[in-house]
């Protein structure tokens, strides 16, 4: 079992920026390749990066590329998005995901390719 816990949310004007945390524990964190998604009212829950075991590939959605950045500290069981040039259309949910598996085999944009969640943090862009 895994727990994660996202932190990091808040409310933002447009073009400002905001870092996300997710702490997992539970089980070895170089073990899971980890993402990140997000959900807005009305919406389906979306992919927006991921990142395998040693941060050697990471992936991003469209929407997000050039502005955001996944990153991971093995030494701190942390994985991280830096959110620069944010848009109103980033207000979401953001959730951290944990895989079972330390790589990615071409799913990782998939929400039933991880196995944890954390609770979510609301990130609120005004314009």
């Known amino acids: 079992q895994v727990q994660l816990v996202e932190s990091g949310g808040g409310l933002v004007q447009a073009g400002g920026s905001l870092r996300l945390s997710c702490a997992a524990s539970?089980?070895?964190?170089?073990?899971?390749?980890m993402g990140w998604f997000r959900q807005a009212p009305g919406k389906e829950r979306e992919f927006v990066a991921a990142i395998s075991w040693n941060g050697g590939s990471t992936y991003y959605t469209d929407s997000v590329k050039g502005r955001f950045t996944i990153s991971r500290d093995n030494a701190k069981n942390t994985v991280y998005l830096q959110m620069n040039s944010l848009k109103p259309e980033d207000t979401a949910v953001y959730y951290c995901?944990?895989?079972?598996?330390?790589?990615?085999?071409?799913?990782?944009?998939?929400?039933?390719?991880?196995?944890?969640w954390g609770q979510g943090t609301q990130v609120t862009v005004s314009s």
């Open positions: 539970g089980r070895t964190f170089i073990n899971y390749a």
């Open positions: 995901a944990a895989k079972g598996t330390p790589y990615y085999s071409g799913n990782y944009y998939r929400v039933g390719e991880y196995d944890y």
